[in-house]
Nanobody, 120 residues
Framework: VQLQASGGGLVQPGGSLTLSCAASGSIFSIHVMGWYRQAPGKQRELVATVSTRGDIVYADSVKGRFTISRDNAQNTVHLQMSNLKPEDTAVYHC???????????????WGQGTLVTVSS
């Protein structure tokens, strides 16, 4: 199973950016997909997650600015980020949790990370 993330880059404060992540491989189902981020010198933190049935969790710091969405059929998850702030600068990692494989094993997977830099 691979998670391929894309969409990072440099954006000015107040700007917008959309991250996308596609999971591929011998996947039967994925319960939760989401995004985490890690800023320099800080621990990795949750940004947003969405379950198969649409239950969504946002970090307080991004509520009202970020929107997570998911395509269950395509095993993709997107993160629309608006009104970006310098403190949003981090490496954003895609995560797929409780991934049920065709052999019925259940695992957790991480993508390689994509850098988002918010700076003028």
């Amino acid at each position: 199973v691979q998670l391929q993330a894309s969409g990072g880059g440099l954006v000015q404060p107040g700007g917008s950016l959309t991250l996308s992540c596609a999971a591929s491989g011998s996947i039967f189902s994925i319960h939760v997909m989401g995004w985490y981020r890690q800023a320099p010198g800080k621990q990795r933190e949750l940004v947003a997650t969405v379950s198969t049935r649409g239950d969504i969790v946002y970090a307080d710091s991004v509520k009202g600015r970020f929107t997570i969405s998911r395509d269950n059929a395509q095993n993709t998850v997107h993160l629309q980020m608006s009104n970006l702030k310098p403190e949003d600068t981090a490496v954003y990692h895609c995560n797929a949790d409780n991934v049920v494989l065709y052999d019925m094993t259940i695992r957790n997977y991480w993508g390689q990370g994509t850098l988002v830099t918010v700076s003028s």
